[in-house]
T-cell receptor, first 114, second 115 residues
């Protein structure tokens, strides 16, 4: 049974600070890792993808991957009130062909306090 | 910017009725997916589709579900005999690649309410 675990929160962070979101996964063959942002009542919006160990930066967002520890994280620098949302960690496997469904965590509810 | 579209945005149906949810994936994408999210719960994978056939399906995707690409643009999810527990948001997604580097982009969803 593939599992993706996240702390549900809420995680409260002051405006301008760094928000740190964490995710662990159980399936060692997982190869693709994604962070989605979901506002209440809306669909998941892809914000970061990462496939190799280490850090990947995109604007205010940094994704970190450690496959040995089966751990993925997302850092949001200079947090803004508009970053307040639920952040979903999603994991896929390299199945060698076809279309690979993602396994999602329950999400971390992030609140940025003005 | 290209996006996935879904219709209708909200569907209300009676238990036992058939519903068809429609999606138009991003035009140059070849891989399509359906997910559902029951209120307050996590997003769950239902099925993926490539080259006019199902690629992968979850335990949720039982015989009451089917998918189809009836033409060059639409991708549909049919639920034959709806149950109360089918009430959820249904999201369609598409990607340019199927596995490695397969970033999936989601549509706005269809809220299905079964009475």
């Amino acid at each position: 049974q593939k599992e993706v675990e996240q702390n549900s929160g809420p995680l409260s962070v002051p405006e301008g600070a760094i928000a740190s979101l964490n995710c662990t996964y159980s399936d060692r063959v997982s190869q693709s890792f994604f962070w989605y942002r979901q506002y209440s009542g809306k669909s998941p919006e892809l914000i970061m993808s990462i496939y190799s160990n280490g850090d990947k930066e995109d604007g205010r967002f940094t994704a970190q991957l450690n496959k040995a520890s089966q751990y993925v994280s997302l850092l949001i620098r200079d947090s803004q009130p508009s970053d307040s949302a639920t952040y979903l960690c999603a994991v896929g496997k390299a199945s060698g062909g076809g279309a690979d469904g993602l396994t999602f965590g329950k999400g971390t509810h992030l609140i940025i306090q003005p | 910017e290209p996006e996935v579209t879904q219709t209708p945005s909200h569907q209300v149906t009676q238990m036992g009725q058939e519903v068809i949810l429609r999606c138009v994936p991003i035009s140059n994408h070849l891989y399509f997916y359906w997910y559902r999210q029951i209120l307050g719960q996590k997003v769950e994978f239902l099925v993926s589709f490539y080259n006019n056939e199902i690629s992968e399906k979850s335990e949720i995707f039982d015989d009451q579900f089917s998918v189809e690409r009836p033409d060059g643009s639409n991708f549909t999810l049919k639920i034959r005999s709806t149950k109360l527990e089918d009430s959820a948001m249904y999201f369609c997604a598409s990607s340019e690649r199927g596995t490695d580097y397969n970033e999936q982009f989601f549509g706005p969803g269809t809220r299905l309410t079964v009475l």
